[in-house]
Structure formats: structure tokens, C-alpha cells
């Protein structure tokens, strides 16, 4: 029997740990103070517990994420059949001194151990300050359009 939609515990399902181990970016979802819904593209690294995201401190999203810090995201591939990853939850923010030890893994993880090390650098020399957002999963679904399928195909 398989975790229903919803269920964090999804989170343990090998769809959810392959997306979760990607370099595929996920796309964070959020509402800006004027109502309208932006999405943005993000590097990310899985905690075990949270996905973690980092920015530049004055990323104008950290404005609309202290007025609704509830979002969404996923991380979905492109090969057939696709495999999606959707987590919707509540995010905190933190202003953390300098970068935090996830983002020169998280550079690493996308570019390579080399040149992620140089970008990790390169951000340093940028930025004396960045902001980690933290997202804890409420609720989790995957499609993998193999035994599961977006609600709209189910009989």
C-alpha cells in the first residue's frame, strides 16, 4: 500500500530521495505583499528534516516571505515518465554572518567540487552577509506518472 498524498513520510519514498539528491533546482513558490504568486528557481540542500535555501540579503522574495511565509515548491525532472516532488510548508528566515557551511555544498553539489568551491568563494568576496531559509515539509505529493498520478488522471 503506498503513503498516501500529503503524508511528509513521502519524503522517505525513492522518488522523493533521488529529486531530493538532484541538481535539478527546485522552484519556490511564494505570494508577493500585492497578491500576485511568483515562482523562482533555487538551489537547495536536504537536511533530513528541512530544505535549506540561501540568498543575498536583499533578495526582494525575503520582503514577501516576512509578510506569508507559507509557499510551496517542487523539484521535478525531465525525462519521461516525470518524476515531481511537491512540498508545501511554512518558511523561517535567518540573517546569518558570512555563508553558511550548506551553501559551499550546495555549490559543490550543482557545479562540481572545483568550481563550486571557486563560487562559494566568489559569494564571500560579494556578500558579508546572506539569509537561510528554512523549510520544513506540512505536506508532500509526488507524481512519477507510473503508480502515481495527478489527481485529474485517477479514476
Do not use: C
Not at 533555487?42 to 522574495?61: R, S
Not at 566568489?122 to 508532500?140: D, G, H, K, N, S
Amino acid at each position: 500500500m503506498s503513503t498516501t498524498q500529503g503524508s511528509v513520510a513521502l519524503l522517505e519514498d525513492p522518488v522523493a530521495k533521488e529529486l531530493l539528491g538532484s541538481q535539478i533546482p527546485a522552484r519556490l513558490a511564494y505570494i508577493w505583499p500585492d497578491g500576485t504568486p511568483r515562482v523562482v528557481p533555487m538551489w537547495f540542500h536536504w537536511n533530513g528534516a528541512e530544505l535549506v535555501i540561501w540568498t543575498p540579503p536583499k533578495a526582494p522574495k525575503l520582503k514577501a516571505l516576512r509578510v506569508n511565509s507559507k509557499v510551496a515548491l517542487t523539484i521535478d525532472d525531465n525525462t519521461f515518465p516525470h518524476k515531481v516532488l511537491m512540498v508545501r510548508g511554512t518558511v523561517t528566515l535567518e540573517d546569518v554572518e558570512g555563508i553558511g557551511p550548506e551553501y559551499e555544498r550546495i555549490a559543490q553539489r550543482y557545479l562540481g567540487e572545483e568550481q563550486g568551491t571557486a563560487w562559494a568563494q566568489q559569494v564571500r568576496q560579494m556578500f558579508t552577509r546572506m539569509a537561510r531559509i528554512r523549510l520544513r515539509p506540512e505536506w508532500v505529493g509526488i507524481l512519477d506518472f507510473q503508480s502515481r498520478f495527478p489527481s485529474a488522471l485517477s479514476s
